[in-house]
């Protein structure tokens, strides 16, 4: 029986998983050919607020399904080539949302609880409409 519930929550966890993309370069040109907004994660090696958010925001089942409308990817603050095509940041985690042009429509620092984070993503989508 915990074989059988262990093998569902697995699948229901890959069923789920965000689909992130493997570079910036790679998430703008994403952007770009499907006209989808951005949102682009910066986080630190030893960030532990940045493992927090990935782990219990960012796998939340609701804020899973708002961000299928955006093309994702995760910078790592020490990639001097990837932290030159965005705006500075203050610390981390950063998330900035941003037009296909890299045009940053929110800003946000430091981890957020789902009900916050889907705020966020409420005030984002207003701005894309």
């Known amino acids: 029986m915990k074989r059988i519930l262990l093998s ?4 229901t966890g ?8 493997k570079d910036m ?14 949102m682009v994660m910066v986080e630190g ?7 927090k958010m990935k782990g219990r925001t960012l796998t939340d089942e609701a804020v899973e399904k708002r961000l299928e409308k955006f093309v994702l990817v995760k910078v790592m ?4 080539n990837a932290m030159a095509v965005l705006p500075p940041i203050q610390g ?7 037009k296909e042009d890299k045009a940053v429509l929110e800003e ?12 966020y993503i409420d005030d984002v989508e207003k701005k894309i409409k």
């Open 8 to 11: 569902i929550l697995l699948l």
């Open 14 to 21: 890959t069923i789920f998983a965000l689909e992130w993309a």
């Open 25 to 38: 370069d790679s998430a703008l040109a994403m952007a770009k050919k499907e006209h989808k907004p951005l």
């Open 45 to 51: 090696e030893h960030c532990r607020w940045c493992k």
């Open 77 to 80: 603050r020490e990639n001097g």
């Open 92 to 98: 981390v985690p950063t998330i900035f949302f941003m």
């Open 108 to 119: 946000i620092v430091g981890y957020f609880n789902i009900e916050d984070f889907l705020s």
